[in-house]
C-alpha cells in the first residue's frame, strides 16, 4: 500500500512538474502579436532562384553595424554548408526558414566545443526559427 502511495504521489508530482514548466512560464511556442511590424528590412537568401544572397554569412555581413531595427533574413530550402559568425556590433537578426526539416545550417572543423558549430552568436537580439543547426 505504501508503495502505491508513494508512486501516485511521484506521477501527481511530475504531472505537476511537466504542466508548470510549459504554460506557466510561457514556454509554449507562440508568435507575438504584430511581431512583423518591428521588422524593418527582409532579405531572401538560397542557393538557387532569385535571391539577394547566396549564403547565410553574406547576408549578415550586409546587416549595419549599430542596427536597432530587426532584419529578417529568410532562408529558402536546402543544406547550407558554412560558419557563420554574427558580431557584437550586428544585432537584432531573425533568421528564419520554412521548415526545420527542409533547413539545415552544417558545418563541422573538428575544434573546441564553443567554436567548432555551425554557428557563433556574438550580438544580443538573435532569433532562430524553423531552421536546424547540424
Not at 521588422?39 to 539577394?52: F, L, M, N, R
Not at 533568421?95 to 554557428?119: C, H, R, T
Request: net charge positive; charged share 15%; glycine share 6%.
Amino acid at each position: 500500500m505504501k508503495f502505491l502511495i508513494c508512486l501516485l504521489a511521484l506521477s501527481f508530482w511530475n504531472l505537476t512538474a511537466s504542466s508548470s514548466r510549459i504554460s506557466p512560464h510561457g514556454l509554449e511556442h507562440k508568435q507575438p502579436k504584430n511581431f512583423n511590424i518591428d521588422i524593418g528590412k527582409t532579405v531572401v537568401v538560397g542557393q538557387s532562384g532569385a535571391t539577394h544572397f547566396k549564403t547565410i554569412q553574406a547576408a549578415i555581413d550586409s546587416v549595419p553595424s549599430g542596427n536597432n531595427k530587426w532584419i529578417k533574413i529568410q532562408l529558402q530550402n536546402g543544406i547550407y554548408f558554412e560558419k557563420i559568425v554574427i558580431p557584437m556590433e550586428k544585432e537584432k537578426i531573425i533568421l528564419q526558414g520554412n521548415n526545420p526539416l527542409e533547413v539545415i545550417i552544417q558545418y563541422n572543423d573538428a575544434g573546441q566545443a564553443s567554436s567548432s558549430g555551425p554557428m557563433i552568436v556574438n550580438a544580443e537580439y538573435f532569433i532562430a526559427i524553423n531552421v536546424t543547426f547540424k
